[in-house]
DNA sequence: CCCCAGCAGTGGAAGATAGT
DNA sequence: ACTATCTTCCACTGCTGGGG
């Protein structure tokens, strides 16, 4: 029990910096008294831990020690190096940190297996910026700059002004309270509230961020798995939902099922569906012809006959415009 | 089975020290 | 001077092993 409070010892200082005997204590649920001697026995083995005394004070490694990573197997190192997701970390404004954490855990190995690791990694890859057919996966250039002061705001619980371009709106300096940072599919969002409204902010449209001191009004724990399951549940049920009557070729039934939201009824080859929204709604059907006929709404009928009108004139003419 | 000594681990309280 | 923090001293609890 002691051995375990030793190292969760260690490396909640490694992590955090300085604590105090007190905070230690908090953490590891024992007597301040307990985390001092705990502190004397880790001196007493080398491990170079000193106290600061005064307001402020505490407890901290010293600067450059670390635990080494003996015992690491081949295959726990190799798994390191390639779940490591490099778009993540960029995306979390932390790429060149996670080439240098790769570097350390490669040169944490033993000889015996680094230049194995090494050599593996060239045979595995993840995540290459095109798919098979050439297509460049969908990539967000996001500053550093912004990214890493975001960083700091949801990880030291401080309130965060951010200067934010919302689709289509002009940009504004607002002030909120940030929950999390998540990525997924290469795009990154802050999770956040503002005057105790839940908000979802794009990073890619986060154009200046700065931290405050000003503590966020935020809980202290979340799941930010199931706050994200619950804000992408919300915004599919959101105000900008279209509802379309549709006629289908059997043929295409398959393909349609895989793009709408939820299928209201069904009548022989009549369908009544819901769309995430207009927009969307618009480019599945197009897809989809002429293997589906909208019957309602008039206004998707009209947006697909001026489509295909437009592809009419483009392809009625004899050659090319020059 | 009981008693006892030794030991590790723990906690409280007072004192010392350093920053504001 | 005040406050926050570490240091020192003392005592308690629970476990373990040896002896009767």
């Known amino acids: 029990m002691r051995a375990d409070r030793l190292v969760s010892l260690v490396l909640l200082l490694r992590q955090r910096g300085r604590l105090s005997a007190a905070a230690l204590a908090r953490e590891l649920e024992v007597s301040t008294r307990t985390v001092l001697r705990d502190i004397e026995a880790l001196s007493a083995a080398g491990v170079p831990v000193y106290a600061e005394r005064g307001r402020n004070g505490g407890f901290a490694l010293l600067p450059g020690f670390r635990t080494e990573l003996t015992g690491l197997s081949h295959d726990e190192a190799l798994a390191l190096l390639i779940a490591g997701s490099r778009r993540g970390a960029q995306t979390f404004g932390l790429g060149s940190a996670l080439a240098s954490a790769m570097l350390k855990v490669v040169d944490a190995l033993p000889d015996s297996h680094r230049v194995a690791a090494a050599g593996a990694t060239q045979r595995l890859l993840v995540d290459p910026r095109t798919d098979l057919l050439s297509r460049p996966l969908v990539t967000e250039e996001l500053p550093d700059a912004v990214v890493a002061e975001l960083r700091i705001a949801v990880l030291a619980g401080h309130k965060v002004r951010i200067r934010y371009a919302p689709d289509g709106k002009a940009p504004a300096w607002r002030t909120v309270d940030p929950i999390g940072l998540v990525t997924v599919r290469d795009q990154g969002y802050l999770l956040a509230a503002r005057s105790g409204e839940d908000r ?33 549940t919300r915004f599919r ?67 697909l006959h001026d489509r295909a009108l437009a592809l009419t004139a483009r392809y009625g003419r004899d050659q090319p415009r020059p």
């Open 200 to 232: 979802t902010y794009r990073l890619s449209r986060v154009l200046a961020a700065e931290a405050l001191d000003e503590p966020a009004e935020r809980p202290d724990r979340v799941d930010l798995d199931r706050a994200w399951r619950d804000r992408s």
């Open 237 to 303: 049920a959101g105000d900008h939902q279209v509802t379309v009557r549709v006629r289908l070729d059997p043929d295409s039934r398959e393909q349609l099922l895989r793009t709408v939201l939820a299928v209201l009824s069904e009548d022989g080859p009549t369908l009544e569906v819901t769309f995430q929204d207009g927009r969307h709604a618009e480019w599945a059907l197009w897809q989809l012809s002429p293997g589906a006929e909208v019957l309602e709404p008039q206004w998707l009928r009209t947006a």
